[in-house]
């Protein structure tokens, strides 16, 4: 279910940005990009597991070591399927500046990059210009359209669905214990589902957003 906030001007002004941008059509010029993060608990088998057989259910000893944790940057441009999942040790402010990057290389052709963001601390120019300096940090930042979900409305971030496809598809309730580990898992499962061209069909729209939640754009002063 979706928890919504009270709606004040805030929270309906970035509601209606985000929406509105996710009503455009696909664009190379302008392509729409939503990210989001993913904590990941690593954990080691204790025990080796039973080598699985045909039409048994497979089997896991109860115990475990807990090796740590890992992030994972989730990115998608949903109506490309296109998808950008990066495993690293932390979601410090310079391991977010370097996935933007990532991100900036992957659309040298575009004219600016809308970027789909919450509202952590990390999401900012300031990430950019701490790891790579004023001039470039400043560049690249600008490279990037922003924009921000509103306080507790981060169901409106369509990355959240690319963490729930991640979760399902590929972490599963297996047993990762390191970060190589993971990023392996994870690099084969971006293979397959920019492969398949999986896209995300989102249809929630600013007209439906006025009915349901009841609300008028004058409140939002459009």
């Known amino acids: 279910m979706w928890c919504v906030a009270e709606l004040d ?9 985000v929406l509105a941008l996710y009503e455009k059509p696909l664009s ?10 993913k904590p990941v ?5 204790i025990r080796t597991p039973l080598t699985a057989r045909p039409g048994q259910i497979a089997r896991r000893d ?5 090796c740590g944790t890992a992030n994972v940057f989730c990115g998608v441009e949903p109506k490309a399927g296109r998808h950008f ?17 990532e991100i900036v290389a992957r659309y040298p052709q575009a004219r600016t990059i809308h970027l789909v963001l919450d509202n952590l601390n990390t999401h900012r120019r300031k990430s950019l210009v701490e790891r790579y300096g004023e001039k470039l940090g400043g560049l690249l930042w600008e ?22 496809l991640l979760s399902r598809q590929c972490l599963g309730q297996r047993r990762i214990q ?35 939640l009841r609300y008028s754009t004058t409140r939002a002063r459009y």
């Open 62 to 66: 109860y115990e475990y070591r807990r």
């Open 9 to 17: 001007e805030e929270y309906i002004r970035r509601m209606e940005d």
């Open 41 to 45: 608990v690593l954990h080691q088998d």
């Open 143 to 164: 490279r990037f359209t922003i924009h921000y979900t509103p306080k507790h409305g981060s169901w409106l971030n369509q990355a959240e669905i690319e963490v729930s």
């Open 28 to 37: 190379e010029e302008e392509p729409v990009v939503c990210i989001d993060e």
């Open 85 to 101: 999942a990066k495993p690293t040790a932390t979601r410090s402010a310079a391991e977010f500046a370097g996935y933007l990057v």
């Open 178 to 212: 390191d970060l190589a580990a993971l990023r392996g898992e994870v690099r084969a499962w971006g293979r397959r589902i920019n492969r398949d061209r999986t896209t995300i069909e989102w249809n929630f729209t600013r007209k439906q957003a006025r009915r349901k």
